[in-house]
C-alpha cells in the first residue's frame, strides 16, 4: 500500500508531530522514514516543525517561590478565555503541585470570561480545601473591572505590588 | 548506482537525523552507527544490489535499522541493562554551541501572533487534532490551515537557513 506523503498538509503535520513524540506505530515509522530519507521537501518539513515543537515547548507558565509563596506567572500575553488553552496550564499547575500559598500574576492576562473565572474559583476551592490560601497579583484593568462586577475580588484578595501580596502570605498565616 | 557527493552528503545528514531520533541525541556512538551504515551503503552499491535511487532512501534505512540492532545487541552485552530505565534524553538541543539556534527559534516564535501560539501549542505540544481544536477555538478549517502554514514557513526558514551554516552543527543533528 502506497501512502500519499504530500497530500494534505495537516495529515503530514500530524505525520511529523507523532513520529518527532515516537508515536507512530513501528511499520509506519519505519515507512516515514523511508520515504524522508529519500525526500528533501519531507526532510525539511520534519526539522522545521521540530524546530517549531522546540520554540512552542518553553513554558507559558512560569512558577518560582518566594518563601513559601509560589507564584505562578505567565511568560506570554494570555487570555483567559473558554477557548483559550492557558486555562488547563493553570489549572494543571495548581492542582497538580498542592501548593498551599499560591500567588498568580494576572498582569500578561488581557481579558478573562467566566469560563476563566470559573477556572481561578475552581483553583481557589481547591487550595483551601488543602488549607492553602491563592491571590491574585496585578490585575489588568478589564480583568480587574470583570473581578469586581462579579464580586469575586471580594473572595480573592487582589494586590498590585508583589512584595505587599507576599507579606500577605505571612501576616494572615495558612 | 551513484551516488553525487552532495546527494552522499544529504544521505548522511539524514540518516544522523534517523539515529540521533532513535537511540538518544546524546548518545556518543550516533556517528559511528552512521559512518557504519554508509559503508555498508556504499559497499551495496558497489555490488548493484541498489537498482534506482527511489529505493535507496529505503535500503539505507534498512541498513540503518541493521546497524542499530547490532549496537543494542552489543551494547547489552557489554553493560547489562539497568534496573531503571533512564528516560530517554531530551530533545533540547545541547546549549553550548547552539545559541545561535535557540535566538533564531525564540525570534521566529514572536513573530507569530498571541492567537497561532495558542493554536500551535494545542496541536503540537497538547497533540489535539484539528477538529478538536476547531471545536475549542471557533477557528475554520482554512484558518487553521493557515496559521499552520505561516508557522511551518517561518520556521522552515530558519531551519534552511541553519543549514547554510553546517559546520557546526553536528550535535544538534542538523
Not at chain 1, 12 to 29: F, T, V
Not at chain 2, 53 to 58: D, L, P, Y
Request: net charge negative; glycine share 4%; proline share 5%.
Amino acid at each position: 500500500m502506497s501512502l500519499d506523503w504530500h497530500g494534505d498538509p495537516v495529515h503530514r503535520e500530524e505525520m511529523n508531530r507523532n513520529y518527532l513524540s515516537r508515536r507512530l506505530a513501528p511499520e509506519l515509522a519505519a515507512r516515514f522514514e523511508d520515504h524522508y530519507l529519500g525526500c528533501d521537501e519531507c526532510y525539511a518539513e520534519l526539522r522545521a516543525a521540530e524546530l517549531l515543537i522546540q520554540a512552542l515547548g518553553e513554558p507559558i507558565l512560569e512558577r518560582h517561590r518566594v518563601n513559601d509563596v509560589t507564584v505562578l506567572r505567565f511568560t506570554e500575553p494570555s487570555q483567559l478565555l473558554a477557548s483559550s488553552l492557558e486555562l488547563n496550564e493553570l489549572s494543571k499547575a495548581i492542582r497538580v503541585e498542592n501548593d498551599s500559598k499560591v500567588l498568580i500574576d494576572l498582569s500578561k492576562v488581557s481579558r478573562i470570561d467566566s469560563t476563566g473565572l470559573g477556572v481561578l474559583m475552581h483553583c481557589y476551592c481547591h487550595a483551601v480545601k488543602n488549607s492553602g490560601v491563592l491571590k491574585l497579583l496585578n490585575p489588568d484593568a478589564p480583568v480587574k473591572r470583570v473581578l469586581s462586577v462579579t464580586k469575586i475580588d471580594t473572595v480573592l484578595q487582589s494586590f498590585e505590588d508583589e512584595s505587599a501580596a507576599i507579606a500577605s502570605f505571612q501576616a494572615s498565616p495558612v | 548506482m551513484n551516488l553525487s557527493a552532495e546527494e552522499l552528503e544529504k544521505l548522511r545528514r539524514k540518516l544522523r537525523f534517523k539515529v540521533c531520533h532513535e537511540v538518544g541525541f546524546a548518545c556518543p556512538d550516533v556517528d559511528d552507527i552512521v559512518q557504519e551504515t554508509i559503508a555498508r551503503f556504499l559497499a551495496a552499491s558497489e555490488e548493484q544490489t541498489i537498482r534506482n535511487k527511489e529505493a535507496a532512501a529505503a535500503f539505507s534505512n534498512g541498513v540503518c535499522r541493521n546497524v542499530i540492532s547490532e549496537y543494542r545487541r552489543r551494547s547489552l552485552r557489554d553493560e547489562p541493562m539497568p534496573e531503571v530505565v533512564p528516560e530517554p534524553p531530551g530533545r533540547a538541543l545541547p546549549e553550548a554551541d547552539l545559541f545561535e539556534i535557540r535566538q533564531a527559534i525564540a525570534h521566529g516564535l514572536a513573530q507569530l501572533p498571541d492567537r497561532d501560539r495558542r493554536i500551535l501549542r494545542a496541536f503540537y505540544l497538547e497533540e489535539k487534532t484539528k477538529e478538536e481544536i476547531l471545536k475549542q477555538t471557533g477557528l475554520t478549517d482554512q484558518n487553521f490551515r493557515v496559521i499552520l502554514f505561516r508557522a511551518k514557513e517561518k520556521f522552515r526558514a530558519i531551519y534552511l537557513e541553519q543549514m547554510k551554516h553546517p559546520s557546526d552543527r553536528r550535535h544538534s543533528g542538523i
